[in-house]
């Protein structure tokens, strides 16, 4: 089968053709367009919430003050994610904290070329390379955390593992399996369950070949080494999450994800939709006798349909935990991106035409990032009168975080927040936000303060709130404590009050 596909290859009548044997020069072209695009965000882009949260903790000196760091429960990540980024962002400058993530997600798309085209035919392999520039894995690829980089080691790790069954070079396959799986589970707590699927896919081979692969199995099992060092920070981080700010229901969780990941894919649906419709009228004479599986295939299909439903087991282990968010399972679209491409295997027309409908919008949307670029956000306070300058306080902890980041240093020298668990789970019904915010204090120039100690050292105060913001919970504590809280300036989505406490 594999010879048929090669022999086909070689011809040269027709755009499938054609695409078949350029497909090279689309992927250079694609990584091109994929690099000047993703570095302009990355360099222009405002840092968000948890990007500043990175740029701190990668700052932390020495491995064992990092550990001590991250078993406060400061951050969810491990710290093989912050160590990477320290090597790229030492100096807090975007592109380089974004940058592991950048290479992350282009490598993902590389390597998902490659899986699918082994298997099938090279116009499967670009689609499914386009797909996650497509989908909602994009914006990961200028994020810096590390889920560009958990959709890389990913990727890698299933084509290494498809690799390590080619008996070819194999002392080299093995031990590339080994390395991405061992990143892949370092990267991120939840990389270990991509062995899961491989798992399955494996004993298929097993079942195929009548015996086991002892060494690929050896290259999984010890992929887990990793697990020994990330466990006692795992423990100390489950012990100090508190309350998670988005409680994980099973099917409410898992349909969100899989919305989350595939809305932004709608026009691209529509076109392939159109596409699919117009073939047998504009290409009736291409079609031909779908061909079966290479027998091969069959346990990498396996493994695609394993990674594809991982967001389930992700979403399981999220109601354990008692936290889960949709990006930590985007290694789910690996399998789906994998999939789809393997799915126009039997029509190589419309695989070739997917290829177009995919490359024209990628193109199209690279475009739009280039023409783009965002400023940090300014902070409109209203006038005040006298030599002194209230204390401002922000009622939201991501606006707290991002405003303080670039205020000037007069202005950051005013803003606070006021964290205080107890509150916060009395208010906003999750306390996890204001105890990171607490234990930034070690590590970050910010003034973060508990309510009555705030309240005891100044009487009157700014209170700046966004329609936005999920988490502020100061201003109905205040409204209950009798306070008085005065309008001074209403913008679209910024409110500043006066507030004044009653003594």
Same mark, same amino acid.
């Given at each position: 089968?594999?010879?048929?596909?090669?022999?086909?290859?070689?011809?040269?009548?027709?755009?499938?053709?054609?695409?078949?044997?350029?497909?090279?020069?689309?992927?250079?072209?694609?990584?091109?367009?994929?690099?000047?695009?993703?570095?302009?965000?990355?360099?222009?882009?405002?840092?968000?919430?948890?990007?500043?949260?990175?740029?701190?903790?990668?700052?932390?000196?020495?491995?064992?003050?990092?550990?001590?760091?991250?078993? =406060?429960?400061?951050?969810?990540?491990?710290?093989?994610?912050?160590?990477?980024?320290?090597?790229?962002?030492?100096?807090?400058?975007?592109?380089?904290?974004?940058?592991?993530?950048?290479?992350?997600?282009?490598?993902?798309?590389?390597?998902?070329?490659?899986?699918?085209?082994?298997?099938?035919?090279?116009?499967?392999?670009?689609?499914?390379?386009?797909?996650?520039?497509?989908?909602?894995?994009?914006?990961?690829?200028?994020?810096?955390?590390?889920?560009?980089?958990?959709?890389?080691?990913?990727?890698?790790?299933?084509?290494?593992?498809?690799?390590?069954?080619?008996?070819?070079?194999?002392?080299?396959?093995?031990?590339?399996?080994?390395?991405?799986?061992?990143?892949?589970?370092?990267?991120?707590?939840?990389?270990?369950?991509?062995?899961?699927?491989?798992?399955?896919?494996?004993?298929?081979?097993?079942?195929?070949?009548?015996?086991?692969?002892?060494?690929?199995?050896?290259?999984?099992?010890?992929?887990?080494?990793?697990?020994?060092?990330?466990?006692?920070?795992?423990?100390?981080?489950?012990?100090?999450?508190?309350?998670?700010?988005?409680?994980?229901?099973?099917?409410?969780?898992?349909?969100?994800?899989?919305? =989350?990941?595939?809305?932004?894919?709608?026009?691209?649906?529509?076109?392939?939709?159109?596409?699919?419709?117009?073939?047998?009228?504009?290409?009736?004479?291409?079609?031909?006798?779908?061909?079966?599986?290479?027998?091969?295939?069959?346990?990498?299909?396996?493994?695609?349909?394993?990674?594809?439903?991982?967001?389930?087991?992700?979403?399981?282990?999220?109601?354990?935990?008692?936290?889960?968010?949709?990006?930590?399972?985007?290694?789910?679209?690996?399998?789906?991106?994998?999939?789809?491409?393997?799915?126009?295997?039997?029509?190589?027309?419309?695989?070739?035409?997917?290829?177009?409908?995919?490359?024209?919008?990628?193109?199209?949307?690279?475009?739009?990032?280039?023409?783009?670029?965002?400023?940090?956000?300014?902070?409109?306070?209203?006038?005040?009168?006298?030599?002194?300058?209230?204390?401002?306080?922000?009622?939201?902890?991501?606006?707290?975080?991002?405003?303080?980041?670039?205020?000037?240093?007069?202005?950051?020298?005013?803003?606070?927040?006021?964290?205080?668990?107890?509150?916060?789970?009395?208010?906003?019904? =999750?306390?996890?936000?204001?105890?990171?915010?607490?234990?930034?204090?070690?590590?970050?120039?910010?003034?973060?303060?508990?309510?009555?100690?705030?309240?005891?050292?100044?009487?009157?105060?700014?209170?700046?709130?966004?329609?936005?913001?999920?988490?502020?919970?100061?201003?109905?504590?205040?409204?209950?404590?009798?306070?008085?809280?005065?309008?001074?300036?209403?913008?679209?989505?910024?409110?500043?009050?006066?507030?004044?406490?009653?003594?």
């Amino acid at each position: 089968m594999l010879a048929t596909i090669a022999a086909e290859r070689e011809s040269t009548a027709g755009f499938p053709e054609f695409l078949e044997t350029h497909a090279r020069w689309v992927v250079i072209g694609f990584s091109a367009l994929y690099w000047a695009a993703t570095w302009h965000t990355a360099s222009t882009k405002p840092l968000w919430n948890d990007e500043i949260v990175t740029r701190y903790i990668a700052g932390i000196p020495g491995i064992r003050e990092l550990l001590k760091t991250l078993s =406060t429960g400061i951050d969810g990540q491990t710290p093989l994610f912050f160590l990477v980024t320290r090597l790229t962002g030492a100096n807090g400058s975007p592109l380089g904290l974004r940058l592991p993530g950048m290479i992350g997600v282009w490598t993902a798309a590389l390597c998902l070329y490659a899986f699918v085209s082994r298997r099938t035919y090279r116009a499967c392999g670009l689609f499914a390379m386009f797909l996650p520039l497509l989908l909602g894995t994009a914006a990961y690829a200028h994020d810096a955390r590390p889920y560009g980089l958990l959709l890389g080691g990913a990727a890698a790790t299933l084509l290494c593992w498809q690799a390590a069954a080619e008996n070819q070079r194999r002392r080299w396959t093995v031990l590339l399996l080994w390395a991405a799986a061992t990143f892949t589970v370092a990267i991120s707590y939840y990389g270990v369950f991509v062995l899961v699927p491989l798992g399955i896919g494996e004993l298929m081979r097993w079942r195929q070949n009548g015996r086991p692969d002892l060494v690929v199995w050896s290259a999984l099992a010890l992929a887990l080494a990793p697990l020994a060092i990330e466990y006692p920070v795992m423990r100390a981080l489950k012990a100090s999450i508190g309350v998670f700010w988005l409680k994980p229901k099973l099917l409410g969780a898992t349909y969100g994800y899989y919305e =989350t990941m595939l809305a932004p894919a709608a026009s691209l649906a529509a076109g392939l939709l159109v596409v699919a419709l117009l073939r047998p009228v504009l290409f009736r004479a291409s079609f031909a006798k779908p061909q079966p599986w290479p027998r091969a295939a069959v346990p990498e299909l396996v493994a695609i349909a394993g990674v594809t439903a991982l967001p389930v087991l992700y979403v399981l282990s999220g109601l354990v935990t008692g936290a889960f968010v949709p990006r930590y399972a985007i290694v789910g679209m690996t399998g789906f991106c994998a999939g789809v491409g393997f799915l126009l295997y039997h029509d190589r027309t419309l695989a070739a035409l997917c290829v177009v409908v995919a490359g024209l919008q990628f193109a199209g949307l690279a475009g739009l990032q280039l023409r783009k670029t965002e400023v940090p956000r300014v902070l409109h306070l209203p006038p005040e009168s006298g030599p002194d300058r209230l204390p401002v306080v922000l009622s939201g902890p991501n606006e707290f975080v991002e405003t303080r980041y670039y205020a000037s240093p007069e202005l950051a020298a005013r803003l606070y927040y006021v964290a205080d668990p107890p509150l916060a789970l009395q208010y906003a019904e =999750t306390d996890s936000v204001d105890l990171v915010a607490q234990k930034l204090t070690r590590i970050a120039p910010v003034q973060v303060e508990n309510y009555t100690t705030f309240t005891s050292r100044h009487s009157r105060f700014l209170v700046v709130y966004r329609r936005y913001e999920v988490f502020g919970w100061i201003l109905n504590k205040l409204q209950d404590d009798g306070a008085s809280i005065a309008l001074r300036s209403l913008g679209d989505d910024e409110t500043v009050y006066e507030v004044s406490l009653r003594k």
